[in-house]
C-alpha cells in the first residue's frame, strides 16, 4: 500500500515562496510518477505538475509554468514543489498523488493520493 504525506503549506505574501514536500512509502517507485493538484474552495480540482521518478521528465500547467518547479529526491521517496513568486490566485489545498507512469502518454495512472496542504497567499 502506497502512502502519501504532503507538508510544507503555511500563509506567505504575494511574491513569496514556498516549497511543499510529498513524502511517499510504499513498495515500489522506479515505475511512477507523481503529480501535484490544487482545489480552492468552490472550485474544481486542477493538475499543477508532475515529475517520473525514474526519468524525472517534468510538465506544468500553465498557469504555474515559470513559477513553480517540481522535483524529486529518489533516496528520500520525496518529491517537491518550490513555488516562488506567489499569487493571491495560488491560495488552494494542494496535495500529491502517486500512480504508474505511461511513457507513451507521459502522464500518470493516479492511483494513491495524501491528504492535503493548505497554502495561502496574500496580497
Known amino acids: 500500500q502506497v502512502q502519501l504525506v504532503a507538508s510544507g503549506g503555511g500563509l506567505v505574501q504575494a511574491g513569496g515562496p514556498l516549497r511543499l514536500s510529498c513524502a511517499a512509502s510504499?513498495?515500489?517507485?522506479?515505475?511512477?510518477?507523481v503529480g501535484w493538484f490544487r482545489q480552492a474552495p468552490g472550485k474544481e480540482r486542477e493538475f499543477v505538475a508532475r515529475?517520473?521518478?525514474?526519468?524525472?521528465?517534468?510538465y506544468y500547467a500553465d498557469s504555474v509554468q515559470g513559477r513553480f518547479t517540481i522535483s524529486r529526491d529518489n533516496a528520500k521517496n520525496t518529491v517537491y514543489l518550490q513555488m516562488n513568486s506567489l499569487k493571491p490566485e495560488d491560495t488552494a489545498g494542494y496535495s500529491c498523488?502517486?500512480?504508474?507512469?505511461?511513457?507513451?502518454?507521459?502522464?500518470?495512472?493516479?492511483?494513491?493520493w495524501g491528504q492535503g496542504t493548505q497554502v495561502t497567499v496574500s496580497s
Open positions: 515529475v517520473s521518478w525514474r526519468e524525472g521528465s517534468t
Open positions: 498523488a502517486t500512480g504508474v507512469w505511461s511513457s507513451s502518454l507521459e502522464n500518470v495512472d493516479y492511483t494513491y
Open positions: 510504499g513498495p515500489t517507485f522506479s515505475t511512477y510518477g
